[in-house]
């Protein structure tokens, strides 16, 4: 029997809880192994006590799960605000792994959409910006036409051309505070290039490129090398993307578990879509 919300957990291998023992101190060095939870379950005649077997997991594991929830909520929140008509991305770092993802679920999640939100929020940053860009920023200069096709179906082009997924449809895209680094570039480059609307709170302003060096100790230290700057001259560092549209998320909204800044990304997005009918 899963446990669920409002349980209490009062022994752990047949053993009750002492004094001072917390759940952690009792899970310790127990990852993946079956450990005996013995719980209490509130009901219409007071508790009742149950037994079940659970592995516990680590930390890492515990981050991966709640961040593929959080995308997935997400998800389906934009889908039920847009009716349909938005499809969302979430960029989770500046890496290859993310880029990878980035690429392979682009058009899982903008298939028969008229829009897109990205999401770069609590990004720390990495070095893919532009190969994101690459993916976001390209026009449609031609449309090709296999032999017996449709003549009025337009809009297809061969994937094998492409260097990397494309998507031309209108974006905006979601920052905070918490996007760092290179995450920050990619915010400042779609606001730069007009690329869409850029939504939430300004970025960290934690711009620049540095080199890590390994010291006699074996400790290691970070030394700045590059300094990142916009056209007009504007050093990165210290100035953070300055959004298009100014949303600030409250430890209210946390606790009630309302994303404004996703509400008012969508509803800008929706704005433009019709606009454009």
Same mark, same amino acid.
Request: without cysteine; proline residues 5%; aromatic residues 6%.
């Given at each position: 029997?899963?446990?669920?919300?409002?349980?209490?957990?009062?022994?752990?291998?047949?053993?009750? $809880?002492?004094?001072?023992? !917390?759940?952690?101190?009792?899970?310790?060095?127990?990852?993946?192994?079956?450990?005996?939870? !013995? $719980?209490?379950?509130?009901?219409?005649?007071?508790?009742?006590?149950?037994?079940? /077997?659970?592995?516990?997991?680590?930390?890492?594991?515990?981050?991966?799960?709640?961040? %593929?929830?959080?995308?997935?909520?997400?998800?389906?929140?934009?889908?039920?605000?847009?009716? @349909?008509?938005?499809?969302?991305? &979430?960029?989770?770092?500046?890496?290859?792994?993310? *880029?990878?993802? $980035?690429?392979?679920?682009?058009?899982?999640?903008?298939?028969?959409? %008229? =829009?897109?939100?990205? %999401?770069?929020?609590?990004?720390?940053?990495?070095?893919?910006?532009?190969?994101?860009?690459?993916?976001? /920023?390209?026009?449609? &200069?031609?449309?090709?036409?296999? +032999?017996?096709?449709?003549?009025?179906?337009? @809009?297809?082009?061969?994937?094998?051309?492409?260097?990397?997924?494309?998507?031309?449809?209108?974006?905006? /895209?979601?920052?905070?505070?918490?996007?760092?680094?290179?995450?920050?570039?990619?915010?400042?480059? $779609?606001?730069?290039?007009?690329?869409?609307?850029?939504? @939430?709170?300004?970025?960290?302003?934690?711009?620049?490129?540095?080199?890590? &060096?390994?010291?006699?100790?074996?400790?290691?230290?970070?030394?700045?090398?590059?300094?990142?700057?916009?056209?007009?001259?504007?050093? /990165?560092? &210290?100035?953070?993307?300055?959004?298009?549209?100014?949303?600030?998320?409250?430890?209210?909204?946390?606790?009630? =578990?309302?994303?404004?800044?996703?509400?008012?990304? +969508?509803?800008?997005?929706?704005?433009? *879509?019709?606009?454009?009918?």
């Amino acid at each position: 029997m899963p446990l669920r919300e409002g349980d209490i957990i009062t022994e752990i291998d047949l053993q009750p $809880f002492e004094e001072r023992d !917390t759940l952690l101190l009792r899970l310790r060095g127990r990852i993946d192994q079956e450990v005996i939870i !013995t $719980f209490d379950r509130p009901g219409d005649n007071g508790y009742t006590e149950y037994r079940t /077997m659970l592995a516990p997991i680590g930390m890492s594991d515990l981050a991966r799960l709640k961040y %593929d929830h959080f995308r997935e909520e997400t998800r389906r929140r934009v889908e039920a605000l847009s009716d @349909g008509r938005i499809g969302y991305l &979430h960029i989770q770092a500046m890496n290859q792994t993310s *880029l990878e993802g $980035f690429q392979g679920d682009l058009y899982a999640a903008a298939t028969d959409k %008229d =829009g897109l939100i990205i %999401d770069v929020r609590n990004n720390g940053g990495g070095h893919t910006t532009d190969r994101i860009l690459t993916s976001i /920023m390209a026009g449609e &200069h031609a449309y090709t036409l296999p +032999v017996g096709a449709d003549p009025e179906a337009t @809009g297809h082009y061969p994937q094998d051309r492409l260097d990397a997924p494309r998507y031309t449809l209108p974006i905006n /895209m979601l920052a905070n505070e918490k996007s760092y680094s290179n995450a920050e570039i990619l915010a400042h480059a $779609f606001s730069t290039l007009d690329r869409g609307n850029l939504v @939430g709170q300004q970025t960290y302003g934690g711009v620049i490129s540095t080199n890590s &060096h390994t010291l006699i100790d074996g400790a290691t230290v970070r030394r700045p090398f590059r300094g990142w700057f916009l056209p007009d001259g504007t050093d /990165m560092e &210290h100035n953070g993307a300055m959004p298009d549209i100014l949303v600030e998320q409250t430890p209210e909204d946390e606790v009630a =578990g309302r994303d404004r800044q996703l509400e008012r990304a +969508v509803e800008d997005l929706l704005t433009q *879509l019709d606009a454009k009918q």
